[in-house]
């Protein structure tokens, strides 16, 4: 690298790296994902801050478990607004705080709102799951989970 050695980042590196909000979240000012977290390059990979962070100040990260924001903000690297969960428990902490997209705003919708309502409207006139399965071409777990108000909120 001209002009020196390259700098070896340490999980010490973020409390350079950063600014302090209101809320006390630590907001990393170095690259950023798409979706607002950070990153950073640590022994030749690159990992996530919040994780490093959750890994160099709180406790090693269990088998399976995912590091979630007690703050909602995907910047925030401050260990006190990290916890460790199960993806299941952040898709379910993320849709009760109302950050998933609902119906078709969401990215693997195979349906529209108005096709859910016809199914909805259809099963209540006797054409059973598997039938609706074939004609909205969708699982018959699918269609079970939407008819039981499972899922398709919106």
Not at 73 to 83: D, E, G, R, S
């Amino acid at each position: 690298m001209p002009g020196g050695r390259p700098i070896k980042n340490t999980p010490e590196t973020i409390k350079e790296r950063i600014i302090i909000d209101d809320n006390q979240c630590w907001i990393w000012q170095g690259f950023k994902d798409r979706d607002g977290y950070g990153r950073m390059r640590l022994d030749g990979k690159e990992r996530f801050t919040h994780r490093i962070a959750y890994e160099h100040w709180v406790a090693p990260l269990e088998p399976g478990k995912v590091i979630m924001h007690t703050c909602d903000v995907p910047a925030c690297c401050n260990p006190n607004h990290l916890k460790q969960g199960t993806q299941a428990q952040n898709n379910r902490d993320c849709a009760d705080k109302g950050r998933k997209p609902k119906g078709s705003a969401n990215g693997n919708a195979k349906l529209t709102e108005d096709q859910v309502k016809w199914m909805r409207h259809f099963f209540t006139k006797g054409i059973s799951g598997e039938q609706l399965s074939k004609i909205f071409n969708v699982s018959r777990v699918q269609v079970r989970k939407i008819i039981n108000f499972e899922n398709w909120d919106f």
